[in-house]
């Protein structure tokens, strides 16, 4: 008899206990938040190819802009999504059998409309980590414009790469105009004001068709017994400043 009461009384004091304890804050004083941020940032893009004579000494950096809106649903997670610009600088060199190589200077836009999720593990943690996060995303990427710019024999050369007016080039079809891609970000932002914020991220992206292929014609462009594949992966930093649209700590 003595162990059931026991056993109740534990089993009261637990419910009791259950009932009345304070559940964790929410950190931003309303269920929902809003928030609007504008990043710069800039990027490295390692190229993965399957011939490395067709183009040496490559280098290809990004110079992204993007207008985002963060959607803070629960303490845990934020669903992102935006609009994303970025200029590319490319530069490389092209091996003649008859003569001195070619170095090549390309000039892109990037269009790119990302949307990502944010897991904030460390939310309840204290003000500098709440909104510290890590981020998986996807994006359609669109390459309107793709210039090249070379001088051979002291002539200058350039024009579009998807309708080149030279034989020094490859065949503009070849590549990706519209590709589609992953992103995997880890960052934090900090409030500089009641509604103000600096953020800073690392990131890194993987486009999943290659930019040089024939994908959407059917041509299997060949430099020597290897088809051309040449596929992107980028590793860059951004800082953002942003302002609080709804919900926060007012």
Known sequence: MKKRLFIIIISIFITFRAFTQEAPPNVFGTPDSLR????????YNLKITTDYEYQQNDVSLNVPFEINLDYRFRDWFTLNFGLYFAYNFRMYETPFPDESSITYYMNSLFIRLPFNIKFHPF??????????YIGIGFFPHFWPVNGYYYVKNKKEYYGSNYAPQTSDLIDGRLYSPVNFGTKFSIGNAFLISSKG??????????????????????????????????????FGVSISFGAQLMGGND
């Open 123 to 132: 939310v309840y943690k204290n003000d500098a980590y709440r909104n510290f």
């Open 197 to 234: 914020l600096f953020g800073l991220e690392l990131y890194a992206e993987y486009l999943f068709l290659p930019y040089i292929n024939g994908y959407y014609y059917g041509i299997d462009y060949k430099t020597n017994s290897n088809v051309l594949l040449e596929f992107t992966a980028s």
């Open 36 to 43: 609007l941020f504008f990043n710069l940032g800039a990027a």
